[in-house]
């Protein structure tokens, strides 16, 4: 890298928000953000070229004529990442992965390199966060050491991404891995690892370096609190894939999902437990997600939720339980708490569960998120249940949107979740009334449609009491 390169613009850049000012003030004028901007070199003339695959054609094709590019995959030998991905990495393509600190992403990563070695290609691994000691300490734990991935993947502490592009560039790797982004800097720039700046231009100069070399890059991207990627949201544009690794820190299972594909599907999701020896693809991830639990408690419905393409069948939790002065809690953990509270208004008012004057938590087991409306049911009979004190029977799921006026609406995939929660031995559904002809043969599964959450709590918890003997507040 030539340290020549002429230091034309520059900018102040949010922080926060990317947006640029030409001068420095003490509160950024696009998101208010305050002390958020941070003086920027830019490059005004980025280099535009044709994303990989889409060719320099200039010329208009009929749509007939457009011919699909072959697409040779790199597998990274970990089937559920594989699958994520639409069938292993593109070469010359770019892959984000994000997680939480903590959350495995350098294990991941590290075993998908040993992968790209097992099918025969040679990985760089340029480890800003970690010391090549502490790297080689993981690959110890995951049992890579004296095996071909021991020789075939070089290690490199790094940060600067001129470096890195240059070791690259000598040693032609089929998968150059830089963990972390933040942590990546160009001499081209000002201002600190991390910073928006850097972390755009730093990918930006690692994506014309997978685009040109046809090498797959997996950049390892740290997320804060709220869930988002830390760093400009340009980034996010910038790759090809952003793949997302989610898990509560302490528990095992972690779910890989993909929020931008360009190469496959952004439906999929891989389900993996963190052992002693790395994570491991878990067998039969249908069934990972559910609590395990003797005897009937009450607060419990299982929900067969679809991630994708694959049916996983949920546990939903909730306990109520009478507030004390103030106003009551509503606590979402793994469920939308919009959704929530807007479940507790409509079982109040159409169901007659009153939950009021009740704190009301809400979680999935397991730990993973589920945003779609078709849990609305389950969540709705969990509340009902444990307000109640009555369990749902263990051999039943439940399914099916709930709409502002206590009707149930139908979902999507109905079928499948209903055969995957027969092949688990589940024997009874609760659906959405206008669906059972979709569900109609379901072998070894008692299929029963209703039209409102009332009907269906009536058949879960039984009837709703009008006027409750203890009363739905305090007793
Ligand atoms: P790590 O991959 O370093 O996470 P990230 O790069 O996302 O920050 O791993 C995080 C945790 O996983 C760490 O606390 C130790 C644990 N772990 C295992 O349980 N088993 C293993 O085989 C490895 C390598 C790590
Ligand atoms: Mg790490």
Same mark, same amino acid.
């Given at each position: 890298?030539?340290?020549?390169?002429?230091?034309?613009?520059?900018?102040?850049?949010?922080?926060t928000?990317?947006?640029?000012?030409?001068?420095?003030?003490?509160?950024?004028?696009?998101?208010?953000?305050?002390?958020?901007?941070?003086?920027?070199?830019?490059?005004?003339?980025?280099?535009?070229?044709?994303?990989?695959?889409?060719?320099?054609?200039?010329?208009?094709?009929?749509?007939?004529?457009?011919?699909?590019p072959?697409?040779?995959?790199?597998?990274?030998?970990?089937?559920?990442?594989?699958?994520?991905? /639409?069938?292993?990495?593109?070469p010359?393509?770019? !892959?984000?992965?994000?997680?939480?600190?903590?959350?495995?992403?350098?294990?991941?990563?590290?075993?998908?390199?040993?992968? +790209?070695?097992?099918?025969?290609?040679?990985?760089?691994?340029?480890?800003?966060? $970690?010391?090549?000691?502490?790297?080689?300490?993981?690959?110890?734990?995951?049992?890579?050491?004296?095996?071909?991935?021991?020789?075939?993947?070089?290690?490199f502490?790094?940060?600067?991404?001129?470096?890195?592009?240059? &070791?690259?560039?000598?040693?032609?790797? &089929?998968?150059?891995?830089?963990?972390?982004?933040?942590?990546?800097?160009?001499d $081209?720039? #000002?201002?600190?690892?991390?910073? +928006?700046?850097?972390?755009?231009?730093?990918?930006?100069?690692?994506?014309?370096?997978?685009?040109?070399?046809?090498?797959?890059?997996?950049?390892?991207?740290?997320?804060?609190?709220d869930?988002?990627? &830390?760093?400009?949201?340009?980034?996010?544009?910038?790759?090809?894939?952003?793949?997302?690794?989610?898990?509560?820190?302490?528990?095992?299972?972690?779910?890989?999902?993909?929020?931008?594909?360009?190469?496959?599907s952004?439906? $999929?999701?891989?389900?993996?437990?963190?052992?002693?020896?790395?994570?491991? $693809?878990?067998?039969?991830?249908?069934?990972?997600?559910?609590?395990?639990?003797?005897?009937?408690?009450?607060?419990?419905?299982?929900?067969?939720?679809?991630?994708?393409?694959?049916?996983?069948? !949920?546990?939903?939790?909730?306990?109520?339980?009478?507030?004390?002065?103030?106003?009551?809690?509503?606590?979402?953990?793994?469920?939308?708490?919009?959704?929530?509270?807007?479940l507790?208004?409509?079982? &109040?008012?159409?169901?007659?569960?009153?939950?009021?004057?009740?704190?009301?938590? =809400?979680?999935?087991?397991?730990?993973?998120?589920? #945003?779609?409306?078709?849990?609305?049911?389950?969540?709705?009979?969990?509340?009902?249940?444990?307000?109640?004190?009555?369990?749902?029977?263990?051999?039943?799921?439940?399914?099916?949107?709930?709409?502002?006026?206590?009707?149930?609406?139908?979902?999507?995939?109905?079928e499948?979740?209903?055969?995957?929660?027969?092949?688990?031995?589940?024997?009874?559904a609760?659906?959405?009334?206008?669906?059972?002809?979709?569900?109609?043969?379901?072998?070894?599964?008692? +299929?029963? =449609?209703? /039209?409102?959450?009332?009907?269906?709590?009536?058949?879960?918890?039984?009837?709703?009491?009008?006027?409750?003997?203890?009363?739905p507040?305090?007793?």
């Amino acid at each position: 890298m030539s340290p020549a390169r002429p230091r034309t613009d520059t900018r102040f850049v949010c922080q926060t928000c990317a947006a640029e000012q030409l001068r420095w003030e003490g509160q950024c004028r696009a998101c208010g953000a305050w002390n958020s901007l941070v003086e920027t070199v830019v490059d005004r003339a980025p280099v535009r070229r044709a994303p990989a695959g889409l060719g320099g054609g200039a010329q208009p094709v009929a749509l007939g004529d457009v011919i699909e590019p072959e697409r040779t995959r790199l597998p990274v030998g970990i089937g559920e990442m594989d699958r994520v991905l /639409g069938g292993g990495l593109v070469p010359g393509s770019v !892959v984000l992965v994000g997680g939480e600190p903590g959350i495995g992403k350098s294990t991941l990563v590290l075993q998908a390199a040993a992968g +790209v070695v097992a099918s025969g290609g040679d990985v760089l691994y340029a480890s800003g966060e $970690e010391s090549p000691a502490q790297v080689r300490l993981r690959a110890a734990r995951l049992g890579l050491l004296g095996t071909a991935a021991a020789e075939r993947i070089r290690l490199f502490a790094a940060t600067e991404v001129g470096r890195i592009l240059d &070791a690259a560039r000598d040693s032609a790797p &089929a998968l150059l891995v830089v963990d972390s982004i933040q942590t990546a800097t160009t001499d $081209e720039l #000002d201002g600190p690892a991390g910073s +928006v700046g850097q972390v755009r231009q730093s990918a930006l100069r690692l994506t014309e370096l997978a685009k040109e070399s046809q090498t797959a890059v997996i950049l390892v991207g740290h997320v804060t609190k709220d869930g988002t990627l &830390a760093g400009p949201r340009t980034l996010e544009h910038l790759v090809d894939a952003v793949l997302t690794l989610e898990g509560e820190r302490y528990a095992a299972l972690r779910v890989l999902r993909t929020a931008k594909n360009r190469f496959g599907s952004t439906d $999929e999701v891989g389900v993996f437990e963190m052992r002693e020896d790395g994570l491991a $693809e878990v067998a039969d991830p249908a069934r990972a997600f559910l609590a395990e639990h003797e005897a009937d408690v009450p607060g419990s419905m299982v929900v067969p939720t679809m991630e994708g393409t694959r049916p996983l069948l !949920v546990e939903v939790q909730a306990l109520v339980a009478p507030a004390a002065y103030g106003s009551a809690r509503r606590t979402a953990a793994g469920l939308d708490p919009n959704r929530l509270a807007l479940l507790v208004a409509v079982l &109040a008012r159409r169901a007659g569960v009153g939950l009021g004057s009740h704190d009301v938590y =809400a979680s999935l087991a397991g730990g993973l998120h589920v #945003d779609e409306p078709a849990t609305d049911l389950a969540l709705a009979a969990a509340l009902a249940s444990s307000l109640r004190d009555a369990p749902v029977d263990r051999g039943t799921v439940a399914v099916g949107e709930v709409g502002l006026l206590g009707e149930l609406r139908q979902v999507a995939g109905l079928e499948r979740r209903l055969r995957e929660a027969a092949r688990l031995g589940f024997r009874r559904a609760i659906v959405p009334r206008g669906s059972r002809s979709a569900a109609g043969a379901v072998p070894g599964l008692d +299929v029963v =449609a209703v /039209g409102s959450v009332r009907e269906a709590l009536e058949i879960l918890v039984g009837p709703a009491r009008a006027a409750s003997p203890r009363g739905p507040g305090r007793s």
